[in-house]
């Protein structure tokens, strides 16, 4: 799946820190996949500052290999947050692609 830099932050944002083992090594293949190799942080122009990431608005979409397993994690986690009330604004289009009305 296609994603782009600020999806990437997102998703590392939601997933879960404790659960099943099963699961918990799917979380950390997708830490792995979603996370930023030092070429991508160069060639994007990526800085922390303030507690925040900012980068080069370029397009830039990395193809993340996200499984039916992973999915349902993610879907989860979108559900969990949506559920106590916590879900944000900016989430939905991230949200869309991984949870089926």
Known sequence: MELGIRERIMLLGILPQEGK????????Q?????????????????VEAD??????????LKEV???EKATD??????KKLDGDGKMQI??????DKFVKS
């Open 73 to 78: 994690v993610i879907a989860d986690a979108f």
């Open 90 to 95: 900016q989430f939905l289009d991230v949200y």
């Open 51 to 60: 507690g925040s990431v900012k980068w080069l608005e370029n397009g830039y």
């Open 30 to 46: 997708l830490r792995d996949d979603l996370g930023f190799s030092e070429d991508e942080i160069k060639d994007n122009e990526m």
């Open 21 to 28: 083992v099963i699961t918990l090594k799917i979380v950390k």
């Open 65 to 67: 290999p996200v499984g």
